[in-house]
């Protein structure tokens, strides 16, 4: 049985993904551990990076879905689990943006909340997430890259009513099956980035 630990896994993408392995055809080959605020796992502080790494250590881990989003955390969970997986034969997926390649397309709807720090910290992971897979060697540890266009979750809500998008805006369920999908590949394929999305923001 495989082991994923999910960071985020009471909401949003995170807790799609936990349903989908618990309902799916393949659920009784997976374990699932999950990290998030509700259940005490305050992922601001280093102190708790420190202890989901731990706890993954512990209880044999064999996939980290790193998917809370933290300023400066989520790159510190992403290092400080590779530091510890390097060598073994694990697979960490970060949950990014496609947002990270520009913040262009937020714009263009006319909307002025300020996305820089939020845009900043995914292309600081999707830099480090490319950097650490592109040292991947049969029986080393595997680093993916998911970068979801835009997903219909309690964070997007104030998006309601812009126009257009319901035209582009994906379910959590539909990015947890990519997740799923990439969990399932074999040890030794390495799937450094995917990046996707259902249209283009139109104003």
């Known amino acids: 049985m495989k082991k994923i630990a999910i960071t985020g896994h009471t909401r949003g993408i995170g807790k799609a993904l936990v349903h989908r392995l618990e309902t799916s055809g393949n659920n009784n080959l997976f374990s699932i551990k999950g990290f998030s605020q509700s259940t005490g796992y305050n992922l601001q502080r280093v102190s708790t990076v420190k202890k989901v790494v731990q706890e993954c250590l512990d209880w044999e881990a064999d996939v980290l879905v790193n998917n809370a989003y933290v300023p400066d955390n989520q790159v510190r969970l992403l290092y400080s689990m590779y530091e510890q997986w390097v060598d073994k034969p694990k697979l960490i997926i970060n949950m990014g943006a ?21 845009v900043s910290d995914k292309a600081r992971l999707d830099w480090a997430s490319l950097q650490l897979s592109n040292q991947f060697k049969p029986g080393m540890c595997r680093v993916t890259m998911i970068k979801p266009g835009m997903v219909d979750t309690d964070s997007t809500e104030w998006l309601k009513g812009i126009s257009n998008i319901d035209d582009i805006m994906m379910t959590a369920d539909s990015v947890a099956e990519m997740i799923e999908w990439v969990i399932t590949l074999e040890e030794n394929t390495q799937m450094r980035n995917l990046s996707f999305d259902v249209g283009n923001f139109n104003g």
């Open 98 to 118: 496609i947002s990270s390649d520009s913040i262009s397309n937020f714009a263009q709807m006319g909307y002025n909340k300020d996305w820089t720090p939020y």
